[in-house]
């Protein structure tokens, strides 16, 4: 097939690519910096140019490709009748509710089963489910540079480490609300410290939990934009404002915790709030330096970005395809995939995340033999290659 990938500057573009080629494919790219969601005319003129001369040569693109959907290239792509695929790897990513998501050229796919659910009950034809994947090819070849440098041997750096962003930006809008009601406050407060003991279930999903007077209520202080091109639902916005809370919540409050027994740190924003006792080491380029602190830190930590409901984050994946010894918060679609305490370790508590850290420092064997027994596994089965053949085998059914 001839696939034109638009490429916003994505992290894992070249990684998809890759796999693409390698499976026989021509890839096109057409690459922009801008990260926006509904393109600038300047960025929809080349896009709309290219797809043009292509058909006028009597070459056309069997397909157009993107990581997370762009409405703009679907309505272009219901123009000029190509198919377009999308791979969402964002969540929450609110374009899944445009208005034009249901374009019969659509092929979008999320990686949350819970996710996938949802949509479809609202309607959503074009909507199907594929976890994410890495470039196995890529990370075991650097795996074993890395191991050929030490003579075979892992030579560890960090006793402890995390991975990712504390999201104490501009990006937690609960804490930009300028004024709540105390009752409402207490409220709500309330609910993020229960949800922030639970890891891996959502008490924001089940009904019998929440109050939706107390959300309509809460509404009433946040002022969201309606463009008309997005068919939202308020309150599930809301909430995934709350979940982003508890995850800016929990993941300094553990992290912190962690390091006041255990040598700990973390790559993050240099601009994030500094936490006690765990340097941070700022951010960490994903291609080279990232597989390589996962592999030489004996433990890694994952804490799951709390509106990812039931799917497995792409760094649970990176994790293990580097080599590296994982505790993470349990998920259902981890534990679907995955097993416990054989390919990693599930938590439910953070209470329990300590105690198996001073456990797995000492035992250094099994620590090994878990990390291992997770590396294969995601090089088995979670491989751009497998994940791409089956995700572009599913739409060209559609030509």
């Not at 034009?100 to 009950?121: C, G, S, T, W």
Request: aromatic fraction near 12%; charged fraction near 30%; charge should be negative.
């Amino acid at each position: 097939m001839r696939i034109l990938y638009y490429d916003w500057d994505e992290f894992n573009a070249e990684d998809c690519r890759d796999a693409m080629r390698r499976l026989g494919h021509e890839v096109e790219v057409l690459k922009c910096g801008e990260k926006r969601y509904e393109l600038s005319d300047v960025v929809k003129d080349e896009f709309e140019a290219l797809l043009h001369s292509r058909l006028s040569e009597e070459n056309p693109f069997d397909l157009v490709f993107s990581f997370n959907y762009f409405p703009t290239l679907s309505d272009l792509c219901m123009k000029y009748d190509i198919q377009y695929v999308s791979w969402i790897f964002d969540n929450p990513h609110y374009p899944l509710y445009s208005i034009n998501i249901n374009n019969p050229v659509n092929h979008v796919y999320v990686f949350d089963r819970q996710l996938f659910e949802e949509l479809a009950k609202r309607g959503i034809k074009t909507i199907k489910y594929s976890p994410l994947a890495v470039n196995t090819d890529r990370i075991k070849k650097l795996c074993d540079d890395l191991d050929r440098e030490t003579d075979g041997k892992i030579v560890y750096i960090h006793d402890v480490s995390f991975v990712g962003s504390l999201y104490d930006n501009e990006y937690n809008f609960y804490d930009q609300i300028e004024y709540i009601p105390q009752d409402l406050k207490e409220y709500w407060d309330e609910m993020i410290k229960k949800q922030e003991r639970l890891l891996g279930y959502d008490l924001f999903s089940d009904e019998g939990m929440i109050d939706d007077r107390r959300v309509d209520e809460l509404l009433r202080y946040v002022k969201f934009e309606d463009t008309g091109r997005y068919n939202l639902d308020y309150k599930r916005v809301m909430l995934d404002i709350l979940r982003k809370k508890i995850t800016v919540n929990e993941r300094r409050t553990i992290i912190a915790q962690i390091g006041q027994r255990f040598d700990t740190v973390i790559y993050t924003n240099n601009d994030a709030a500094p936490i006690e006792n765990v340097p941070n080491l700022g951010t960490v380029d994903y291609m080279n330096k990232m597989p390589a602190v996962f592999r030489h830190s004996k433990i890694n930590i994952n804490l799951t970005m709390r509106s990812i409901l039931s799917g497995i984050p792409l760094r649970v994946l990176d994790v293990l395809a580097a080599g590296g010894f994982l505790i993470t918060n349990y998920q259902p679609e981890i534990a679907e995939h995955f097993e416990d305490w054989k390919d990693l370790i599930m938590v439910k508590s953070p209470e329990e995340i300590p105690v198996l850290i001073a456990h797995f420092l000492v035992e250094e064997d099994k620590r090994k033999e878990i990390a291992l027994r997770g590396q294969k596994k995601v090089l088995e089965k979670f491989s751009y290659g497998r994940a791409l053949s089956r995700i572009l085998g599913q739409s060209n059914e559609n030509y």
